[in-house]
């Protein structure tokens, strides 16, 4: 009786050691994150871009909210998968089956489009921070088109992400 009470008691401490980690690592990743995006500016720019300075606390505050839930749906996915769910029960009928993968296909896209968009977007913002793209271009001698230049590095950027996406190549683990 005192062993399996002993063993009961390392196993929930244990536990709670575990929960302690997980909660400091997770607290470290995001400070790391909220670090880069302050330092480089990131929110205050896209205010000052769409012309909403004045709400830039609540851009700052969305852009906690959205990593928070980010953060809790890819901890307890197996919870959230409301789509599957659905399918599997034909709660709407057999006829809807093929309305609902359109309709989790849709929101795949568009929660895709604004990662990208934000991952696009923070990244130019440390080459700029950085004066990456200004000192480049002054290397190579490229002193017209660089709008242009940037455009075209976007439109690669996207063509080879849909390939990838649309071939199946992070299928193959290549």
């Known amino acids: 009786m005192s062993e399996q009470f002993l063993l009961n008691h390392v196993t929930f401490l244990k536990q709670i050691f575990l929960g302690i980690c997980g909660l400091s690592f997770g607290f470290l990743a995001s400070a790391g994150v909220f670090t880069v995006l302050v330092s480089v500016g990131l929110i ?3 205010a000052g871009k769409m012309h909403v300075a004045r ?8 852009v906690v909210l959205g990593t928070i839930c980010g953060g809790l749906l890819s901890v307890f996915s197996e919870h959230v998968h409301l789509g599957g769910y659905i399918l599997s029960r034909e709660i709407f009928g057999p006829r809807t089956v ?8 849709f929101f795949l896209a ?3 489009l604004f990662a990208g968009m934000f991952v696009g977007c923070l990244a130019l913002a440390i080459a700029e921070m950085l004066n990456s793209i200004p000192i480049f271009a002054r290397r190579i001698g490229f ?3 660089l709008g242009v230049a940037i455009s075209a590095a976007a439109l690669g950027k996207v063509t080879g992400s849909l390939l990838y996406f649309i071939k199946g190549i992070y299928l193959s683990g290549l």
């Open 44 to 46: 205050p720019r896209f």
């Open 55 to 62: 709400k830039v606390f609540a851009l700052e505050e969305a």
């Open 98 to 105: 093929l309305l609902w993968k359109w309709i989790g296909q």
């Open 110 to 112: 568009f929660g895709g």
């Open 143 to 145: 002193r017209h088109g």
